[in-house]
């Protein structure tokens, strides 16, 4: 990984990696023209002051799989938000307790 300014990394396997705060760990989306076959997102070129668009939608577990069962009572989770000149806003559909707020991208840390 390798990083893009303080708030992005660059995944060795392509994409673009960011620490959320309400999940507690990364998500990464595929910016436009990196030559990803999946969906990708526009994104401002500013690693320090991220924008993505379209919302990243983040779906784990049952959200995604109605067969799952979680280990150690995990619930499934959805994390839905808007990035947005570095911040972060979390949509109401949100598992997660930032759920409806709007707070600061984390700086990334490799620890």
């Known amino acids: 990984m390798s990083a893009l300014g303080s708030?992005?990394?660059?995944?060795?396997?392509?994409?673009?990696?960011?620490?959320c705060p309400g999940c507690e760990y990364s998500h990464v989306v595929h910016a436009a023209g990196?030559?990803?076959?999946?969906?990708t997102w526009g994104f401002n070129d500013?690693?320090?002051r991220p924008t993505f668009a379209p919302s990243v939608l983040v779906t784990t577990g049952r959200a995604v799989d109605p067969t799952f069962v979680p280990e150690d009572g995990d619930p499934p989770?959805?994390?839905?938000?808007?990035v947005?000149?570095?911040r972060i806003q979390f949509l109401?559909?949100?598992t997660h307790a930032l759920a409806g707020q709007t707070v600061?991208?984390?700086?990334?840390?490799?620890?």
């Open 46 to 48: 500013d690693g320090d």
């Open 92 to 94: 109401g559909d949100c």
């Open 84 to 86: 947005t000149d570095g």
């Open 77 to 82: 989770e959805i994390c839905h938000s808007f």
């Open 34 to 39: 990196e030559g990803w076959a999946g969906p």
């Open 7 to 19: 708030k992005l990394w660059r995944s060795q396997l392509g994409g673009l990696m960011f620490m």
């Open 104 to 111: 600061e991208l984390p700086d990334w840390s490799e620890s």
